[in-house]
């Protein structure tokens, strides 16, 4: 199945080689690079990048991420310093911390996170953070150790729908991401919570909204909705290459159930025009108090 043209992104690889040197001096990774992002050429042209923390290796094996599995390396402990940096020479406005999934570890990274949000706090008091955490197998201590750093938004992905969860998410459980974010409302309410779903799995229009209904029933502010993109052969192949007009429909109905910024597109990711989502949600938040 042809990719449509709405799915072409520019490349910008002198911005690509700009970034990746700057990274790869301070020991750094982005999801941009090891996700196959493709919007990772206009992010790095634009000064912006999702920072990966805790290594380039996971200890799950999610059908639709280009993120190798294995066996992990041993935390870096420079780390937290090194993304501070990497932002404050970057002069982020705000900055998107995520990870690979580190079941091997105790407390599943939550620490290394809180680490991260410190340093960049402590550098640039005037930016906002965002963390995308992986379910800490429903650990609810280390989902505290993430919170009590304070990011201003936590971000957690749905990726699916529950029926695709055997085929595509294997090591995840649906109710339990969920729960992640119902608990990180009622243990935080200052803190924005965000969730993300990929389409073209084979999902149908009613099971997507399903979604958002269980989602805005746990206090999720931010949505984000984009199309699932196979890195290899070996991943779940795309069933589906879903029209631009439906990812609007899906935005407005999306609204409609309440929450206060949503990002539905194509081309959409995670950490996807994640500024103006920050601003969005500050804005309403103002609104509102």
């Known amino acids: 199945m042809n990719r449509p043209e709405w799915l072409r992104a520019k490349a910008y690889p002198e911005a690509i080689d700009k970034m990746e040197s700057l990274l790869r001096s301070m020991r750094l990774h982005t999801?941009?690079?090891?996700?196959?992002?493709?919007?990772?050429?206009?992010?790095?042209?634009?000064?912006?990048?999702?920072?990966?923390?805790?290594?380039?290796?996971?200890?799950?094996?999610?059908?639709?991420?280009n993120v190798e599995g294995g066996l992990p390396l041993d935390v870096d402990k420079s780390e937290p310093e090194n993304v501070a940096k990497a932002a404050e020479?970057?002069?982020?406005?705000?900055?998107?911390?995520?990870?690979?999934?580190?079941?091997d570890l105790p407390d599943g990274g939550a620490s290394q996170f809180a680490q991260v949000i410190s340093a960049v706090k402590k550098r640039m008091p005037k930016s906002t953070t965002e963390v995308l955490i992986p379910d800490f197998k429903g650990n609810k201590t280390a989902l505290k150790i993430v919170l009590k750093a304070g990011p201003n938004i936590l971000?957690?992905?749905?990726?699916?729908?529950?029926r695709l969860y055997t085929e595509?998410?294997?090591?995840?459980?649906?109710?339990?991401?969920?729960?992640?974010l119902k608990t990180s409302k009622e243990l935080s309410n200052e803190i924005f919570t965000k969730s993300g779903i990929m389409l073209g799995l084979g999902e149908t229009e009613a099971e997507v909204i399903d979604v958002m209904d269980d989602l805005a029933a746990v206090g999720c502010d931010a949505l984000t909705i984009g199309q699932y993109l196979r890195p290899?052969?070996?991943?779940?192949?795309?069933?589906?290459?879903?029209k631009p007009e439906q990812f609007k429909a899906y935005e407005e109905i999306a609204y409609e159930k309440g929450f206060k910024f949503v990002a539905s597109g194509p081309l959409v990711r995670s950490s996807f025009d994640a500024l103006s989502g920050m601003e969005a949600l500050r804005k309403e938040r103002d609104a509102v108090y």
């Open 155 to 162: 971000n957690h992905n749905i990726e699916t729908v529950p």
């Open 232 to 242: 290899s052969p070996a991943h779940v192949p795309v069933a589906e290459y879903i």
């Open 31 to 65: 999801v941009c690079e090891n996700a196959a992002c493709p919007n990772i050429g206009n992010c790095f042209q634009n000064q912006t990048a999702t920072f990966m923390i805790l290594g380039t290796i996971c200890t799950r094996g999610c059908r639709f991420c």
């Open 168 to 180: 595509v998410r294997p090591g995840a459980v649906y109710e339990r991401s969920l729960r992640l």
């Open 89 to 103: 020479r970057l002069g982020l406005k705000h900055i998107v911390i995520t990870s690979v999934t580190r079941d």
